[in-house]
């Protein structure tokens, strides 16, 4: 059986007048995070360390926040994508583990919502995706609370 590991980060600045969307759910914020497309910062690591796992480049590639095709695109529309990419190459997800780095809001109540929504969307069991939250104690810009990080790691496996 063959294993691959890849990794993936994101980050984005946060800013007035948008949702706060991370891993496909809404989160009640008065700030939501900028970027062309949704901008769900732990969707966009996820599908980094899919990418990177079989050295496919990283979704710049295939989604150029310059092509005005994918303004405002659901990230999760685009993460459906890359999967169907993993699938056809014979690839299969093990495990997702994940970090999200905010000072607010407290993600810890939507950590459940967004586990299943992603192992909806990947064909997974809830057990199979880690989201962890945490906050970088008011160093660097995700603690002045300018913008929320999300880091990822992803074990694919060929039956």
């Given at each position: 059986m063959g294993i691959r590991i890849g990794n993936g980060y994101d980050i984005h600045r946060l800013g007035p007048d948008r949702p706060l969307i991370?891993?496909?759910?809404?989160?009640?914020?008065?700030?939501?995070?900028?970027?062309?497309?949704?901008?769900?910062?732990?969707?966009h690591a996820i599908m980094d360390a899919l990418l990177g796992a079989l050295?496919?480049?990283d979704i710049g590639r295939y989604f150029p926040p310059t092509d005005p095709k994918w303004k405002g695109a659901d990230s999760l529309k685009l993460l459906d994508q890359i999967y169907?990419?993993?699938?056809?190459?014979?690839?299969a997800i093990g495990n997702l583990d994940t970090v999200v780095v905010?000072?607010?809001p407290k993600l810890k109540p939507h950590?459940?919502?967004m586990q299943k929504c992603l192992a909806d969307r990947l064909s997974l069991a809830i057990d199979q995706i880690g989201i962890k939250a945490t906050t970088n104690e008011k160093l660097g810009p995700t603690g002045r609370e300018e913008g929320i990080a999300?880091?990822?790691v992803v074990l694919l496996v060929q039956p």
């Open positions: 991370l891993g496909g759910v809404t989160i009640p914020h008065s700030l939501g995070l900028l970027g062309h497309s949704d901008a769900d910062v732990l969707t050295s496919l480049g169907q990419m993993i699938q056809e190459k014979g690839w905010a000072e607010r950590i459940v919502e999300a880091y990822a």
